[in-house]
């Protein structure tokens, strides 16, 4: 095939942030269309885009040339100022384009595009000379644009210094890397900037070359890119004083198009094949580097992993049997299924990675940092179970260790682990220091432009009322992931609304554009890095606005070249959980005849039918997984009655089952209304627990076990294949699954009905192993609401605080259940919800209160942590604050000031003294005021020895009367989010009854 004798060299894709509008798709497509062979991509300061532009680029034959626009600060990168003696005197950094020669050139822009974040941000991401030099080798530099040293001191008028600077470069890049760039953009400086940047050529020997700092695909998406400027800078498209490209000419230009414009320097064009041709890179792709676990003296990491899964299966015989009785499993079978689980994971090199994960978990646990049960596929592993990286024991639930690791499909294991919300970091952390902050890090994840939000970021830039866009913006139907287009096809009222107007029909064309467009970078909720060699052997690294340090790649990205990653996420349930066992040990321990061991949801027999009873009645509010109308609705409707129905509930709770039938099947299936029929005797050991439904993608791998003589591994790997609904894959695979079930004696038809069964289930089977991991919290939950009600709702408050909606959702929960809640106290409330009274369920009398709960002090609006720590302080200090000047005068006022005082105020927290709340408010000022200078001669010892032995007096109080009920409780609401001593409708209750037709 003939090839186009140019190639662009200069350009930036969407991942040049708000400043690049095209998208890799579209630039391989329109590279292929010019018959390019190559084409580079140079984002601004960022490797964010290389691997999917390499992978992109190969498959439609293009040569990717891999290389960034690099910021260069004027003197060291540590110095954080502008540059002097420039025509423009914020000149921060210089641009310069490198690319990469060969794979050592792209392991040293890696380093410097690392650095730059790392040690020489400001205002952009800069390299310096002297970390260029140290990192030079196997690169190629161009002078860039307008904005290179080169060209900037050419457009100065000094000559002698662009001279000097260039051949500076080259000296650094070393003879013939470092070209001069000649761009074609219509803007006068630039014409100018040419003409001596060839006669800089003429005298030097420096070869020159033609880009055309391409940030849009072609000519017409000019409009659509000044959107997006304005969108990065918050401007109106209509404000002349904004930045702006001076021309509509930074487009990706056809070859002809670069042929003429210069024509005058031919060599130039030449250059830019020349350049392609001297690139080339190989980047090593799916090969894995794992992280290296260190064992003590005398093991290697095989020997040290197993003899941890041994001994740990022991402990675990000992729970096992103290919740199920003696004698009540099979050891030997235990046995048989961990060393099978052994030898696979040895076979397969995972020992390292089980370890690591085993350590952080352990630390976690040493620590009293929540750990969840499981989660996906690994809570199917017997060795993670006896290793503690799970807590549900696999084997009386049928989970599958082929599900977590197929011996047949040999790739990276992936367990991700729960922790407590509020100590996950101190997990990354202790990882972070074993491992070294050079080897770990967490992952970059990119937010895009949506159909609704591009709606409303293009709105504003075009200065179109809010209002008016939102209107727009929702009728875009709530769809996940739904795309613009989609949407105007589904919604013809959006296409009526362009029609009419010729401001959304502008609003709309630009939305369209710039739809699906990379708009920020940030952190992964969850995914951290640990490499076996520092991270900048593999990757470039990113450092955001608040310091935190993550991959340039996302997590595709990082898997692809091979780095481990691990998932720690975050769990508010987890911090329910260990709070609400905290309280009731407390109460535990108060009692008259104090148990001494200590109660631990880790122990709970799994068949209390009273937890059972209790979530068949729907009270789901504050259970894990269970709360939502949705899923109430499902549970009123299944009544679950053992922990295989919790199990299934979460498995069925997803759109696939609930649209297709399924779910009711099953319930009739389960209430007896319909009649269970098994096609085979084989399938009701499978499917009983599911009343012949099948659920769980485990059930359709031991069909094909049992059916047709499949290993597990294999049908893993058909299970796989059925979910993809590839009608020619399925026809494939339907073969070796009817001559194994002939072979093990089936009926042809019979077979072939129960594959056809299998692959229509397959689509909407759910992981087993991942839902009774969940379906544990979600027991336990239910468990704490059930049988210690006041603790676990103390606790759930107090995992809100933050939350004032759902404060006053679980307040009126607590209430449903017969808590009291008592308003905040100043003398009684610290920062949490605490439980003040606590009696079992059992020995309450119907609608007596079951306990009380003190409100939490954090749960105040206005009330920061670092004034309830004050509070507190002085209360254990000083003793209890008598009134309200004598709570001022206790309290240190740099941390607690007017506003907190008047929000305790408004909530009633001072009640408890006496006084009234608007007489309070009214001598807030002068209390505080005659505090202050109490303090104040306090600290400079200004008080003599009688003084210190006489109380204060307090003030006397203005007389005024109190505020009226209404405006007691709207300070109320206001302060806590919900009416603490009545509501406003309280007066015309008898009223209400009287005309409701209904009621819930």
């Known amino acids: 095939m003939h090839h186009a004798d140019f190639v662009h060299l200069h350009l930036h894709t969407e991942y040049s942030l708000l400043d690049g509008a095209i998208s890799i798709d579209n630039l391989i497509k329109k590279a292929v269309d010019l018959k390019m062979p190559a084409v580079a991509v140079t984002d601004h300061g960022n490797l964010f885009s290389v691997l999917d532009f390499y992978q992109k680029a190969l498959k439609g034959g293009i040569k990717p040339i891999i290389g960034c626009e690099t910021y260069v600060a004027p003197g060291s990168r540590f110095e954080k100022s502008?540059?002097?003696?420039?025509?423009?005197?914020?000149?921060?950094?210089?641009?310069?384009i490198l690319l990469a020669r060969n794979n050592k050139g792209y392991r040293n822009l890696v380093k410097l595009v690392t650095a730059a974040y790392l040690e020489g941000f400001y205002y952009k991401?800069?390299?310096?000379?002297?970390?260029?030099?140290?990192?030079?080798?196997?690169?190629?530099?161009?002078?860039?644009?307008?904005?290179?040293e080169v060209p900037r001191l050419l457009n100065a008028r000094r000559y002698d210094d662009a001279k000097k600077a260039a051949l500076e470069y080259q000296d650094i890049l070393g003879r013939d890397n470092f070209y001069l760039e000649l761009q074609d953009n219509g803007i006068p400086e630039q014409e100018q900037v040419n003409r001596e940047l060839i006669r800089l050529g003429q005298e030097t020997g420096l070869?020159?070359?033609?880009?055309?700092?391409?940030?849009?695909?072609?000519?017409?998406d000019h409009k659509s890119h000044d959107a997006l400027l304005c969108i990065n800078q918050g401007k109106l498209v209509k404000d002349e004083k904004r930045l702006?490209?001076?021309?509509?000419?930074?487009?990706?230009?056809?070859?002809?198009?670069?042929?003429?414009?210069?024509?005058?320097?031919?060599?130039?064009?030449?250059?830019?094949?020349?350049?392609?041709?001297?690139?080339?890179?190989?980047?090593?792709?799916?090969?894995?580097?794992?992280?290296?676990?260190?064992?003590?003296?005398?093991?290697?990491?095989?020997?040290?992993?197993?003899?941890?899964?041994?001994?740990?299966?022991?402990?675990?015989?000992?729970?096992?049997?103290?919740?199920?009785?003696?004698?009540?499993?099979?050891?030997?079978?235990?046995q048989q299924r961990l060393e099978a689980e052994i030898q696979m994971i040895e076979r397969m090199g995972f020992p390292g990675y089980l370890l690591i994960v085993w350590d952080f978990i352990r630390y976690a646990r040493e620590h009293g940092i929540p750990v969840g049960p499981g989660r996906g596929s690994a809570a199917g592993s017997l060795v993670a179970y006896s290793l503690r990286i799970t807590d549900l024991d696999p084997i009386p639930y049928n989970l599958l260790f082929e599900r977590f690791l197929n011996p047949e499909r040999i790739s990276m294991p992936d367990i991700d682990v729960d922790f407590c919300q509020d100590r996950r970091d101190e997990v990354i952390k202790y990882v972070t220091e074993k491992y070294g902050p050079d080897h770990v890090t967490q992952i970059i994840t990119y937010g895009t432009m949506m159909a609704k939000g591009v709606i409303r970021d293009v709105g504003r830039v075009l200065d179109i009322p809010y209002a008016e866009v939102d209107k727009v913006a929702k009728l875009v139907p709530n769809v996940l992931n739904i795309s613009l287009q989609k949407a105007m096809e589904q919604e013809p009222k959006l296409k009526e609304a362009a029609k009419k107007d010729p401001r959304m029909a502008e609003l709309m064309e630009i939305a369209l554009h710039l739809e699906g467009q990379v708009r920020h970078a940030s952190k992964h909720a969850a995914g951290v890095v640990i490499s076996q060699e520092p991270l900048t052997e593999y990757l470039p690294l990113y450092k955001t606005a608040k310091d935190e340090v993550m991959t340039q790649f996302d997590m595709k990205g990082v898997e692809k070249i091979g780095l481990v990653k691990f998932d720690f996420l975050g769990l508010r349930n987890l911090t329910v959980i260990r709070k609400a066992e905290e309280l009731i040990n407390l109460r535990r321990q108060k009692a008259p005849l104090a148990r001494q061991d200590p109660f631990s949801v880790s122990r709970l027999p799994l068949d209390d039918q009273k937890t059972y009873d209790y979530l068949g009645r729907g009270d789901t509010a504050g259970i894990f997984q269970l709360e939502s109308s949705g899923m109430r609705d499902l549970v009123l409707k299944m009544k679950p009655q053992c922990f295989e129905d919790i199990i299934a509930l979460l498995a069925l709770y997803r759109p696939g089952p609930l649209n297709s039938g399924m779910v009711d099947d099953f319930i009739k299936r389960k209430k007896g209304s319909t009649r269970i029929v098994y096609d085979l005797p084989q399938l009701e050991p499978i499917l009983k627990d599911t009343y012949g439904v099948i659920v769980y993608q485990e059930q359709v791998m031991q069909i094909a076990r049992t059916l047709a003589g499949y290993s597990l591994g294999g049908a893993d790997l058909l299970r796989r294949a059925m979910g993809k609904k590839?009608?020619?894959?399925?026809?494939?695979?339907?073969?070796?699954?009817?001559?194994?079930?002939?072979?093990?004696?089936?009926?042809?038809?019979?077979?072939?009905?129960?594959?056809?069964?299998?692959?229509?289930?397959?689509?909407?089977?759910?992981?087993?192993?991942?839902?009774?991991?969940?379906?544990?919290?979600?027991?336990?939950?239910?468990?704490?609401?059930?049988?210690?009600?006041?603790?676990?709702?103390?606790?759930?408050?107090?995992?809100?605080?933050?939350?004032?909606?759902?404060?006053?959702?679980?307040?009126y929960e607590a209430r449903q259940m017969g808590i009291t809640i008592l308003p905040p106290d100043v003398n009684e409330s610290r920062w949490d919800f605490t439980v003040v009274e606590a009696h079992e369920r059992d020995t309450v009398e119907p609608g007596s209160t079951i306990g009380s709960v003190r409100f939490g002090l954090a749960a105040v609006k206005n009330?920061?942590?670092?004034?309830?720590?004050?509070?507190?302080?002085?209360?254990?200090?000083?003793?209890?604050?008598?009134?309200?000047?004598?709570?001022?005068?206790?309290?240190?006022?740099?941390?607690?000031?007017?506003?907190?005082?008047?929000?305790?105020?408004?909530?009633?927290?001072?009640?408890?003294?006496?006084?009234?709340?608007?007489?309070?408010?009214?001598?807030?000022?002068?209390?505080?005021?005659?505090?202050?200078?109490?303090?104040?001669?306090?600290?400079?010892?200004?008080?003599?020895?009688?003084?210190?032995?006489?109380?204060?007096?307090?003030?006397?109080?203005?007389?005024?009367?109190?505020?009226?009920?209404?405006?007691?409780?709207?300070?109320?609401?206001?302060?806590?989010?919900?009416?603490?001593?009545?509501?406003?409708?309280?007066?015309?209750?008898?009223?209400?009854?009287?005309?409701?037709?209904?009621?819930?």
């Open 82 to 96: 502008i540059a002097t003696g420039s025509q423009d005197e914020d000149t921060y950094a210089f641009h310069l």
């Open 125 to 148: 991401p800069r390299i310096d000379k002297e970390l260029l030099r140290k990192h030079h080798d196997g690169l190629i530099g161009l002078s860039a644009c307008l904005g290179g």
């Open 207 to 220: 070869p020159l070359v033609a880009t055309n700092d391409c940030h849009y695909l072609n000519m017409e």
């Open 244 to 334: 702006k490209f001076s021309s509509e000419t930074f487009y990706m230009k056809t070859p002809e198009e670069m042929k003429k414009a210069f024509s005058h320097v031919p060599e130039a064009i030449k250059n830019t094949v020349r350049i392609a041709e001297r690139c080339s890179i190989d980047l090593e792709l799916g090969k894995y580097h794992l992280p290296n676990f260190p064992v003590p003296e005398g093991y290697t990491r095989e020997t040290y992993m197993a003899e941890l899964a041994r001994t740990g299966l022991q402990e675990r015989f000992a729970e096992i049997e103290a919740v199920r009785g003696p004698g009540s499993i099979d050891r030997d079978a235990y």
């Open 726 to 811: 590839d009608p020619e894959v399925m026809k494939k695979e339907k073969v070796p699954f009817l001559e194994g079930a002939k072979k093990q004696g089936i009926d042809p038809k019979k077979a072939e009905a129960i594959f056809d069964l299998m692959a229509k289930f397959a689509e909407y089977g759910f992981n087993k192993s991942h839902s009774a991991a969940y379906a544990l919290i979600s027991y336990q939950t239910a468990y704490l609401k059930t049988h210690y009600p006041v603790e676990y709702m103390a606790a759930l408050l107090t995992s809100e605080v933050q939350d004032t909606d759902k404060v006053v959702k679980y307040i």
């Open 863 to 1000: 009330v920061g942590l670092s004034a309830i720590e004050a509070m507190i302080e002085a209360r254990e200090a000083k003793g209890s604050f008598t009134s309200l000047a004598d709570f001022c005068r206790k309290v240190d006022q740099r941390r607690v000031n007017r506003r907190v005082v008047e929000a305790l105020i408004k909530c009633g927290a001072f009640d408890g003294t006496g006084a009234r709340r608007a007489q309070m408010m009214e001598a807030i000022d002068m209390l505080m005021d005659q505090a202050s200078r109490h303090q104040e001669q306090e600290a400079i010892g200004q008080y003599s020895i009688f003084d210190a032995m006489d109380e204060p007096k307090d003030p006397e109080l203005p007389n005024v009367p109190e505020w009226k009920e209404a405006q007691l409780l709207a300070f109320e609401k206001e302060s806590v989010g919900f009416y603490i001593t009545g509501h406003p409708l309280a007066a015309f209750q008898a009223d209400m009854k009287r005309y409701a037709s209904h009621t819930t």
